[in-house]
């Protein structure tokens, strides 16, 4: 990739209008690898509380078997407040005109179809939405679900975002993932087969990872077919299964240096049609490194590393 190709620039080009992202979190949403189901504790670096800005945690939860679901007028409830609260920001700050609306928080298709066919269309029916991007696990979306994204795809933009994190067997296992890359290959294989728009998430400083294997899982991802991409910087926060080992000496996070160094020659990988959505990431629950507190700072230093690059903004 010698110039820079980001989700926004997509979707000017296909709409020629300023379209944002919306990201809700969903009360009663959670993770198969957090209730038991695949495993408990979730993954080590997990706290969607540092994710997602408009992040609810719910007592009750749901999964892929639940009979009944008591609060889905909660639901909606919060789905309609959080987007209309953050697009009146948006559309002062960006002069947003359209919107794609983001389940982020969580696993957002591990709940029955019932209750996401509900909440994926009240999410299509509010104003100036033209479509959904659902963040969620590979092992965690049935036929059913895909089958009807796919016919939703017809008339509204739609995106399924996995969370692929490693293409390296061995660090899922040390991240406590719950499944292995071939479930990755799989269902994106699955999605992609349908039409849907898929984004992969890769996370640069997993736990024992050389640059190498974070290349590589770059190279894996791109073979995927995936439509575009999103790195994170791994960091450590409160209430994480990583946050004890930091704290013991036995986790060292990535550097700024090695983090950009990386992202760099990931972007250079890069096919042109692949679009990237996110670069960096950092949240107010930090505990390490101190260079991921500042996100702008950080997207500063990286433009700063693409144009010495030679990759055109």
Same mark, same amino acid.
């Given at each position: 990739?010698?110039?820079?190709?980001?989700?926004?620039?997509?979707?000017?080009?296909?709409?020629?209008?300023?379209?944002?992202?919306?990201?809700?979190?969903?009360?009663?949403?959670?993770?198969? =690898?957090?209730?038991?189901?695949?495993?408990?504790? !979730?993954?080590?670096?997990?706290?969607?509380?540092?994710?997602?800005?408009?992040?609810? /945690?719910?007592?009750?939860?749901?999964? $892929?078997?639940? /009979?009944?679901?008591? +609060? $889905?007028?909660?639901?909606?409830?919060?789905?309609?407040? %959080?987007?209309?609260?953050?697009?009146?920001?948006?559309?002062?700050?960006?002069?947003? %005109?359209?919107?794609?609306?983001?389940?982020?928080?969580? #696993?957002?298709?591990?709940?029955?179809?019932? #209750?996401?066919?509900?909440?994926?269309?009240?999410?299509?029916?509010?104003?100036?939405?033209?479509?959904?991007?659902?963040?969620?696990?590979?092992?965690?979306?049935?036929?059913?679900?895909? =089958?009807?994204?796919?016919?939703?795809? /017809?008339?509204?933009? *739609?995106?399924?975002?996995?969370?692929?994190?490693?293409?390296?067997?061995? #660090?899922?296992?040390? *991240?406590?993932? !719950?499944?292995?890359?071939? =479930?990755?290959?799989?269902?994106?294989?699955?999605?992609?087969?349908?039409? $849907?728009?898929?984004?992969?998430?890769?996370?640069? !400083?997993?736990?024992?990872?050389? %640059?190498?294997?974070?290349?590589?899982?770059?190279?894996?991802?791109?073979? $995927?077919?995936?439509?575009? *991409?999103?790195?994170?910087?791994?960091?450590?926060?409160?209430?994480?299964?990583?946050?004890?080992?930091?704290?013991?000496?036995?986790?060292?996070?990535?550097?700024?240096?090695?983090?950009?160094?990386?992202?760099?020659?990931?972007?250079?990988?890069?096919?042109?049609? +692949?679009? +990237?959505?996110?670069?960096?990431?950092?949240?107010? =629950?930090?505990?390490?490194?101190?260079?991921?507190?500042?996100?702008?700072?950080?997207?500063?230093? *990286?433009?700063?590393?693409?144009?010495?690059?030679?990759?055109?903004?």
């Amino acid at each position: 990739m010698e110039k820079l190709y980001t989700f926004g620039k997509y979707l000017k080009q296909k709409y020629n209008q300023k379209i944002k992202k919306v990201p809700i979190s969903i009360p009663g949403f959670t993770c198969p =690898n957090i209730d038991g189901t695949v495993a408990r504790g !979730g993954c080590v670096f997990c706290e969607n509380e540092s994710f997602s800005p408009n992040f609810q /945690k719910d007592r009750f939860t749901l999964n $892929l078997n639940s /009979k009944e679901n008591p +609060i $889905l007028a909660k639901q909606i409830k919060a789905l309609k407040t %959080q987007f209309f609260n953050t697009i009146k920001l948006y559309k002062k700050i960006y002069g947003s %005109q359209k919107f794609i609306v983001y389940f982020q928080s969580f #696993t957002n298709t591990y709940a029955p179809f019932s #209750t996401l066919k509900i909440l994926y269309e009240e999410a299509l029916k509010l104003p100036d939405v033209i479509g959904l991007s659902i963040g969620t696990r590979t092992d965690s979306i049935t036929d059913e679900t895909l =089958n009807y994204l796919k016919d939703l795809s /017809k008339d509204y933009e *739609i995106w399924v975002e996995y969370g692929i994190q490693s293409s390296n067997d061995e #660090t899922l296992k040390r *991240i406590n993932r !719950g499944h292995d890359f071939k =479930n990755v290959k799989e269902t994106i294989k699955k999605t992609k087969d349908l039409g $849907l728009n898929v984004c992969g998430h890769l996370i640069f !400083g997993l736990p024992g990872e050389s %640059q190498k294997d974070m290349l590589k899982s770059v190279e894996d991802s791109v073979s $995927l077919n995936i439509d575009s *991409i999103k790195f994170h910087p791994l960091y450590v926060t409160d209430n994480t299964l990583l946050a004890l080992e930091y704290k013991k000496g036995e986790f060292i996070p990535i550097s700024e240096e090695d983090y950009i160094d990386t992202l760099i020659k990931a972007i250079k990988m890069l096919p042109e049609n +692949i679009s +990237i959505q996110r670069m960096s990431a950092g949240t107010k =629950n930090l505990l390490a490194p101190t260079w991921c507190k500042d996100k702008s700072l950080q997207m500063s230093h *990286i433009h700063k590393a693409l144009i010495k690059a030679g990759i055109k903004l």
